[in-house]
């Protein structure tokens, strides 16, 4: 049988008084900083200035076709996480370094094998075609991945109008570039102004999207302002920022991140999870705002629209 | 100057600064403002503070001889086990926020990516000298050995800054900055060690004998 004695507690075991009160004292100095601390993260809050992005909202816009139902990315963070490399090349440099970006006026100059070449101002862009809400997924080369809602209308409608001739076969794009207003733009890297390319039935593809806008309104500067293009089967760096030129081309034109890195980015650079940049997998994809990767799908899901563009075609060899 | 590097006081004020970087990403954090990212953005400010200790414990022995501060070799041990610490937070970021202890991948990437291949290199050799960084090791390896095998940061840094250009995109100040400097540190030490071998030529061969405190 177990017998428990109990434990007599003498004068010896008692606390001496000083240390008893050096633990209240040290307790209430924790509790001291810890508020201290609080207040002084609170107070560093109010003082650092608040993002302002001018934007203005966008009307008339219609529900368009190809949205997902998936969760949108907080507007913070397509905003705040960003490649634009002529404003640096961190990621939340563009928010900072394109602030000041002057996006008006501004024309886009639309030439080469068309019948009509037209210089379009940005509100006559506006307001070629009613304006489309299309929720697209968006995949870095990088392999994050964003939902956005973006708005703008089929690229289609704007070639229409310029008559592309028999002879174009591939459309060359152009951002803008003013190293005055992009001082960070040499450091990047890369060669300005920045290029980028589709075959012209990809980019007479009803899921090209001349876009305007997102969120509602205009585009944030960091993300394009004021005209861009979205590709959404395709990695990021295809969906061309603050357009200036569009070109119908024969030859298939070349292209900025394959000009600096030519193993790493093909022309096509469609989203394929089975063909690895040489750096990094690209079978995963870590959405913004979510803790686990999710797996990469082919064609960034939009398989059904588009793997036609490309049957018969190794799509290792066109990466 | 020397005599205030020599309290014994000075450590823990050294020590905790050593933590601030810590300490800034937690403050970050419960802001909420790691970024849109934050595993990249915890991935990239453990790595960067990894290769900031590395090039400061480098910088210790030069600092101390050119400018005769032979006290701050006290400060060495503790400067080489925080780039260790915040290497291992990197690397524990890698695997567990990053892969989610998923090794088949992680050995496909050590294995295929070159630029985590010399990353895990460089972190590989920083083991042992954290393992050899007591009094004890430094006792039972002899101070020649000890030193010897202590070079091995020399290869680590040089590792490590390599896994950071190699991963780098295009801008590559950032890791030529590092690159500069680790260059600097260790054309110091090439110099001493030519310089050193021609004062020493001819005169009697002392081998050195460092102390368990004066090894550098």
Known sequence: MLVLRKQELTNADVTPKRVYLNRRKFLARLALAGGALAVGRK???LARPASVLATTKLTGVVKGPFSTDEKQTPYNDVTHYNNFYEFGTGKEDPAVNARNFRTSPWTVSIEGEVKKPRKLEIQEILKLAPLEERIYRHRCVEAWSIVVPWIGYSFSALARLVEPTSAARYVAFETYYDPAQMPQAGYAGIPFPYVEGLRLDEAMHPLTLL?????GETLPNQDGAPVRMVVPWKYGFKSIKSLVRIRFVKDQPPTTWNLASPREYGFYSNVNPNVDHPRWSQAKERRLGEFFKRPTLIFNGYTDQVAGLYSGMDLRKYY | MNSILSSKWLKIPVFLLCLVPLG???WRGLDGDLTANPIEFIT??????????????LAVTPLRKTLGLPQLIRFRRMLGLFAFFYACLHFTTYIWLDKFFDLAEVWKDVA??????????AFLLLIPLAITSTAGWIRRLGGRRWQLLHRLIYLSAVAGVVHYYWLVKSDH????TYAG???????WRAGLWIFGKRKHSGAAAVPDQPTTAETG
């Open chain 2, 181 to 187: 400097i680790l260059g600097l540190l260790l054309a």
């Open chain 2, 24 to 26: 800034a990403l937690g």
């Open chain 2, 112 to 121: 295929l990516r070159r630029f985590i291949t010399v990353g895990f290199a």
């Open chain 1, 211 to 215: 876009c305007v806008g997102m969120y």
């Open chain 2, 173 to 176: 100040r950032m890791p030529l």
């Open chain 1, 43 to 45: 107070l560093w809050n």
């Open chain 2, 44 to 57: 990239h400010a453990t790595g960067d503070w990894t290769l900031r200790f590395l090039l400061i414990t």
